[in-house]
């Protein structure tokens, strides 16, 4: 609606003089002014809602567990002096994360390896919050089977935990959501770990005794099996998850997943038992740790040709985290060792000291409470 005359009137140094509005141009003026504020606030609000959230400065926790010392130690990754360490059972190897990150899940192993069996069985899985730094449950295998070593959930499935024990050759099967055992079924003899297909419908396992095979995750029928002629200490898929990676003496063998035909075969130098490789996540480079030689071999997964070797302690595993350019690698020396936190784009590495025979390595998006 056109107006006679406007809202506010000039003063002669040509300000606007609020005095001169009348009763009705003031009520006017405030409902505009209380419009605009209203805009503001919606827009600043809005653009919160869309803005990127500010990662916390200590980042992600790491999970070591320290094998000889019976705990699980979370180090937050900016800043790995801050650590807390969580008791667990005797001689704990593995660690597999839930996928809200909120709880850990620890096999008590109980023996020293699966070719080393000093020790004493253990028949437990710990359950660590990792919010709160403490285990807040434990898993019991069924009566008669012992030694957990292998852990998994299986795709598509999270609330499964699949456990092998290698004293009973059984895989039990865990619902973390009641913490009860929801069915189990045998296992080929010698079964020390396994990893899944990206569907969960198979798992791949392996006896160190050189043995690799296919398992259909539901019913436990083996599939296909793999006489590899020397011992195998691991598997991993390569960086696409098309084939898997399999670490067998003297050599890494690329397995097509279907059949275990090889795809590719490549001698290591100085024939050394390779252990739990992982492959970078742009297909460039196999990282192959050797306990024995105190190494990790990086291979061009395209030729087999050695790129550098590095000397790092004594490598078990290599594992990639949530930071892209990272591989962290678990050494297991009793005495005292570390991780090596290897830098994927230079290949340099640099070590977390203060850890003692560090075995399973894992991630979490969550922190404990007062980091």
């Not at 209380?34 to 926790?61: C, N, W």
């Not at 009566?143 to 609330?159: M, S």
Request: aromatic share 6%; glycine share 8%; hydrophobic share 40%.
């Amino acid at each position: 609606m056109a107006r006679d005359r406007p809202l506010l009137k000039p003063r002669s140094n040509g300000a606007l003089d609020a005095e001169a509005l009348d009763d009705e141009a003031w009520r006017e003026l405030r409902g505009t002014m209380r419009l605009i504020v209203i805009g503001v606030i919606a827009l600043l609000i809005g653009t919160t809602a869309v803005r990127p959230s500010v990662s916390h400065p200590h980042s992600y926790s790491i999970l070591a567990v320290e094998e000889m010392l019976g705990r699980v130690t979370i180090l937050a990754s900016a800043d790995p002096q801050i650590r807390v360490s969580i008791p667990v059972g005797f001689k704990p190897h593995e660690i597999v994360v839930s996928a809200d990150g909120k709880a850990a899940y620890v096999s008590n192993f109980g023996l020293n390896d699966a070719e080393n069996r000093n020790g004493t069985p253990g028949d437990t899985v710990s359950v660590i919050d990792i919010e709160h730094a403490r285990v807040q449950a434990e898993l019991h295998l069924p009566q008669g089977l012992k030694a957990p070593h292998g852990l998994g959930f299986r795709p598509q499935n999270g609330r499964e935990l699949f456990v092998n024990a290698e004293q009973g050759d059984q895989m039990v099967v865990f619902d973390t959501s009641r913490n009860q055992v929801k069915r189990a079924f045998a296992l080929p003899p010698g079964i020390h770990n396994f990893i899944f297909s990206e569907d969960g419908d198979a798992l791949f396992a392996f006896a160190s005794t050189g043995t690799v095979y296919r398992i259909d995750s539901e019913s436990g029928r083996v599939r296909v099996a793999r006489d590899m002629g020397a011992p195998v200490r691991g598997l991993a898929w390569t960086h696409e998850g098309r084939e898997l990676i399999a670490a067998v003496k003297g050599k890494i063998v690329i397995l097509n997943p279907t059949d275990l035909s090889t795809a590719k075969q490549f001698s290591l130098p100085g024939a050394p038992q390779p252990f739990y490789c992982a492959a970078s996540p742009d297909g460039r480079m196999i990282f192959v740790p050797s306990v024995i030689d105190g190494t990790v071999t990086v291979l061009n997964p395209m030729d087999g040709v050695v790129i550098r070797t590095l000397t790092v302690g004594t490598p078990l595993r290599v594992v990639l985290s949530p930071d892209p350019d990272l591989a962290y690698v678990a050494n297991v020396s009793p005495k005292g060792s570390s991780i090596t936190v290897l830098h994927i784009s230079t290949l340099e590495t640099k070590d977390i000291v203060g850890l003692r025979d560090v075995n399973g390595l894992a991630f979490s998006s969550i922190l404990p409470i007062g980091w």
